[in-house]
């Protein structure tokens, strides 16, 4: 009886044992999905996450390249344009002395700076606000000085059209012509040298950055 008892005793540490091991495969079968699903979950969320990452730097180094190319036909631009106003204009404007006026006329053309009239909205991507700032402040000045120029040629037809006419009544107006335009030599003179201080600030600044960006 003892024996018997003892056999059905086995039988049930056997059946316990397997019960166990089954739970326990059970279980690692368990973890196995759940770190499956766990390595799904983060692959599902990470790819896209990884390929905007991606896109973001590709669209980064774009807009970067697309800046420095930008700044770099600004500067050929104004160099250009800093040298032709040197080689045909400035001497005009410069040996003018006290109370003597610009006698000659000078054209520019209307398109003196398309690249910065076309472009011009790049200004607003560069991160460099002192960069930005002296771009639109020495543009601004040339301009400015074009339109100047503009006003002292006008001066001088009419200062012409008078010397021509042998009316007496234009002999006060012919004078109040020359005051003008001496006073107006004056303002030519002051663009002139702010223009200068700003061109070489600007050239200063952009090949900085451009050296840097390299």
């Not at 980064?60 to 040197?86: P, T």
């Not at 009419?158 to 007496?168: G, I, P, V």
């Not at 020359?178 to 663009?191: N, V």
Request: net charge negative; with cysteine; charged share 25%.
């Amino acid at each position: 009886m003892m024996q018997d008892c003892s056999f059905l005793v086995d039988i049930y540490h056997s059946a316990a044992t397997f019960c166990t091991l089954a739970d326990d495969d059970a279980k690692i079968t368990d973890w196995i999905q759940s770190i499956g699903t766990i390595f799904a979950l983060a692959i599902a969320i990470g790819a896209p996450l990884l390929q905007n990452w991606h896109n973001r730097k590709e669209d980064d180094r774009k807009q970067e390249a697309e800046i420095k190319s930008f700044l770099r036909a600004i500067r050929a631009e104004v160099m250009g344009a800093w040298e032709n106003y040197n080689l045909m204009v400035r001497n005009g404007v410069q040996l003018v002395k006290p109370g003597e006026y610009v006698s000659s006329t000078f054209q520019f053309s209307e398109r003196s700076f398309s690249i910065y009239d076309s472009s011009g909205v790049q200004v607003g991507k560069i991160l460099d606000a002192e960069l930005q700032r002296l771009i639109v402040n020495t543009y601004g000045l040339a301009k400015s000085l074009i339109a100047s120029t503009q006003i002292n040629n006008e001066m001088l037809r009419k200062l012409e059209a008078s010397e021509n006419s042998q009316s007496s009544s234009l002999i006060a107006p012919r004078a109040d012509i020359r005051k003008k335009l001496i006073d107006y030599a004056y303002t030519l003179k002051a663009i002139d040298a702010a223009l200068e201080m700003s061109v070489n600030n600007l050239i200063e600044r952009l090949d900085r950055n451009l050296t840097q960006s390299s």
